[in-house]
């Protein structure tokens, strides 16, 4: 067994539970939502997610199988963000709810991304630098960094609905919706500028695991949560993961300073 990170363990782990809950419960777990009920195959492809999600989840926990497993996962969550998602932003290019969406599962690509990266061997980082080097280190950086942007602006046009998410013991509740949208907005423009990007990704991680920790905790924890709010919280729980892994990618680069960025070592 190679742990490379704690992201990469937690995002390993989050993996393995979501191919245990399309086995056990014979469902979706809600990373793949939403799926058309009257999609053809759609029982086998429930299936068909739960062993990616198990396999590769404990693909990347094991040393040799680590490689595969974590191309494997990158592979199958671009498709599915661009078979799944995709359509959303084509359908209705001018909601931002289209891109907050398409956003989530942006994340899981571009961390699954970084781990097929650190888990490439010298020659496959030669030989498809464009995809395991410098080039495809950068790429996922910037669609990571897209994402971000898009979850920004889904602060600013559905402050209505991320304002009541707000704890009630923090004041000014509609302020902390435009803080965190601000958050994420500078954020993603200095990790696809490259400037700055270290500071912002671990900033921009530890703002989601606080938001994972102090709005949506709290509603497990009480037990009094809507099935929305709780594919919400699992989705959190599983861009947190991501977030990490993005921010452990940027260990050799420097805090303030741009510099050419260099892949994990």
Avoid at 42 to 57: H, M
Avoid at 159 to 185: E, Q
Avoid at 198 to 226: H, K, N, Q, Y
Wanted: charged residues 10%; glycine residues 10%; hydrophobic residues 60%.
């Amino acid at each position: 067994m190679r742990i490379a990170s704690p992201g990469h363990l937690v995002f390993a782990i989050l993996m393995i539970a979501f191919g245990l809950v399309g086995f056990i419960e014979g469902r979706f777990a809600p990373i793949w939502a939403p799926v058309a009920h009257d999609l053809p195959g759609r029982e086998l492809l429930i299936y068909l997610c739960a062993f990616v999600a198990l396999a590769g989840g404990a693909g990347l926990l094991l040393k040799a199988a680590a490689p595969i497993a974590a191309r494997g996962l990158f592979v199958y969550l671009a498709l599915w963000m661009l078979v799944f998602k995709g359509p959303f932003v084509i359908r209705a290019p001018l909601e931002e709810g289209s891109y907050q969406s398409i956003g989530e599962n942006a994340v899981w690509v571009a961390a699954a991304w970084v781990l097929a990266i650190w888990f490439s061997s010298k020659a496959d980082k030669t030989r498809l630098g464009f995809v395991f080097g410098e080039t495809g280190l950068r790429l996922a950086r910037i669609l990571y960094g897209l994402a971000l942007i898009a979850f920004g602006f889904s602060h600013f046009f559905y402050v209505n609905l991320t304002t009541p998410l707000v704890p009630t013991y923090l004041p000014l509740h509609d302020a902390w919706a435009y803080i965190t949208g601000g958050a994420y907005l500078a954020a993603g423009i200095a990790i696809i500028s490259g400037i700055f990007a270290r500071l912002a990704a671990v900033l921009v991680a530890v703002e989601i695991a606080l938001i994972t920790l102090l709005v949506w905790a709290p509603m497990v924890a009480a037990g009094d949560i809507s099935a929305g709010h709780w594919q919400e919280t699992v989705v959190s729980c599983m861009i947190t993961a991501g977030a990490w892994v993005m921010a452990e990618s940027y260990r050799d680069a420097p805090w303030l300073v741009r510099k050419t960025e260099a892949t994990w070592s």
